[in-house]
């Protein structure tokens, strides 16, 4: 069973910075793309970043280019967000993602019925 357990979450001021991390619990999803996504109330959940696992590629809506830093570890099975600049309009939970490629090119991950694992979430609020 795969899961994704993310952690990192939690309060922080306008224009400081938080790293999130996503453990995966399988070293099966060799090739998959990993991403995260974020959910703010009454929002829907909006994609944030993407990464292909095994080349390092990585892709970013235009809202959150040149703050968010997306990355991986591969010897520790962890993938990270690193959010900089952060303002109230970033609070919201920040969920891991995965989904096996099928031939879909990174930037389509935003696409949320296409994502095959979800982690729980961890709880992101900056205060203004």
């Known amino acids: 069973q795969v899961q994704l357990v993310e952690s990192g979450g939690g309060l922080v001021q306008a224009g400081g910075s938080l790293r999130l991390s996503c453990a995966r619990s399988t070293r099966t999803l060799t090739n998959y793309h990993m991403g995260w996504f974020r959910q703010a109330p009454g929002k829907e959940r909006e994609f944030v970043a993407a990464?292909?696992?095994?080349?390092?590629?990585?892709y970013y809506p235009d809202s959150v280019k040149g703050r968010f830093t997306i990355s991986r570890d591969i010897a520790k099975n962890t993938m990270y967000l690193q959010m900089n600049s952060l303002d109230a309009e970033d609070t919201a939970v920040y969920y891991c993602a995965a989904r096996s490629p099928q031939g879909r090119i990174l930037a389509t991950m935003g696409e949320v019925k296409s994502i095959d694992y979800w982690g729980k979430g961890t709880l992101v609020t900056v205060s203004s």
């Open positions: 990464i292909n696992w095994s080349g390092g590629s990585t």
